[in-house]
């Protein structure tokens, strides 16, 4: 397996469990997220995250191979979610405003309630290296799969004039990233809801958003119940979208 030098249990940990997840591997990631978007990757190494967590840095091996490796799994977890919602929505008898406000919606609503502000690493310089290119790549077929959703809305709209704005809902999405890490400063993050209309009324479409929000609570509440890890389909926080 990628990434993981030996499965097994390895030695006792130095401390009781500190870390949210039923998991050595997920109090691993727990950490290293706190410590990368906090004191800097260049600056953590696999001892400070693993004194983090309470174990061995060798236990940590157990897990990871290197602390590539455990950015590889932070930065997958960032995209993976929103890419197969997109790619599963692509069949659906939805309208495009609808899968549109549907896929800004989860994607938002996941980048601002996860633990830690994982975007921010996106500016890595490390992430240029081959190392990153799958992460790289994903990112490449999400911001697409926007960009498609937004062409076809355009098109309805029939202002051939506007069809350079088809890039900005995945732009607008992913601006709540610094909005997050404004709010250390007192400003206001804009939730889920506002994002996923704006990401429509930046195109143009002017229209009631009120049953677009009701049919993509559907799609998402569809989506969470349909997969075996409904965690990692839809946001904890879309029972939101119903109220």
Same mark, same amino acid.
């Given at each position: 397996?990628? $990434?993981?030098?030996?499965? $097994?249990?390895?030695?006792?940990?130095?401390?009781?469990r500190?870390?949210?997840? $039923?998991? *050595?591997? %997920?109090?691993?990631?727990?950490? *290293? %997220?706190?410590?990368?978007?906090?004191?800097? &990757? *260049? @600056?953590?190494?696999?001892?400070h995250i693993?004194?983090a967590?309470?174990?061995?840095?060798?236990?940590?091996?157990n897990?990871?191979?290197?602390k590539?490796?455990?950015?590889?799994a932070? =930065?997958a977890?960032?995209v993976?979610?929103? #890419?197969?919602?997109a790619?599963?929505?692509?069949? #659906?008898?939805a309208?495009?405003?609808?899968?549109?406000?549907?896929?800004?919606?989860?994607? @938002?609503?996941?980048?601002?309630?996860?633990?830690w502000?994982?975007?921010?690493l996106y500016?890595?310089?490390?992430?240029?290296s081959?190392?990153?290119?799958? &992460?790289?790549?994903?990112?490449?077929r #999400?911001?697409?799969?926007?960009r @498609?959703?937004?062409?076809?809305v355009?098109?309805? #709209? $029939?202002?051939?004039?506007?069809?350079?704005?088809?890039? =900005?809902? &995945?732009r607008?999405?992913?601006?709540v990233?610094?909005?997050?890490?404004?709010? =250390?400063?007192?400003?206001?993050i804009?939730? %889920?809801?506002?994002?996923?209309?704006?990401?429509?009324?930046?195109?143009?479409?002017?229209?009631?958003?009120?049953?677009?929000?009701?049919e993509?609570?559907e =799609?998402?509440a569809?989506a969470?119940?349909?997969?075996?890890?409904? @965690?990692? *389909?839809?946001p904890?926080n879309v029972? %939101?979208?119903?109220?």
């Open positions: 397996m990628e $990434g993981v030098t030996n499965a $097994g249990p390895g030695r006792p940990r130095l401390t009781a500190r870390r949210p997840g $039923g998991t *050595a591997r %997920a109090e691993i990631l727990d950490a *290293a %997220a706190e410590l990368f978007t906090t004191r800097g &990757f *260049a @600056a953590t190494s696999t001892r693993a004194e967590v309470g174990m061995r840095q060798a236990s940590l091996y897990h990871f191979a290197t590539d490796d455990i950015l590889v932070l =930065l977890d960032t993976t979610p929103a #890419l197969d919602f790619e599963n929505l692509r069949p #659906l008898d309208s495009p405003e609808v899968k549109l406000y549907a896929l800004s919606y989860l994607d @938002a609503a996941q980048l601002i309630t996860g633990r502000n994982l975007g921010v500016l890595l310089p490390e992430l240029r081959d190392r990153f290119m799958s &992460f790289r790549a994903d990112r490449d #999400l911001r697409e799969q926007y @498609a959703l937004a062409q076809t355009l098109d309805a #709209l $029939g202002d051939p004039a506007s069809t350079r704005l088809a890039e =900005l809902p &995945f607008l999405v992913e601006s990233i610094s909005a997050r890490a404004d709010a =250390l400063e007192g400003t206001p804009p939730d %889920a809801a506002v994002i996923a209309g704006s990401a429509l009324r930046i195109l143009g479409w002017r229209q009631d958003l009120d049953p677009i929000h009701t993509a609570a =799609l998402i569809n969470e119940t349909s997969t075996s890890s409904g @965690a990692d *389909a839809a904890d029972d %939101a979208m119903k109220t």
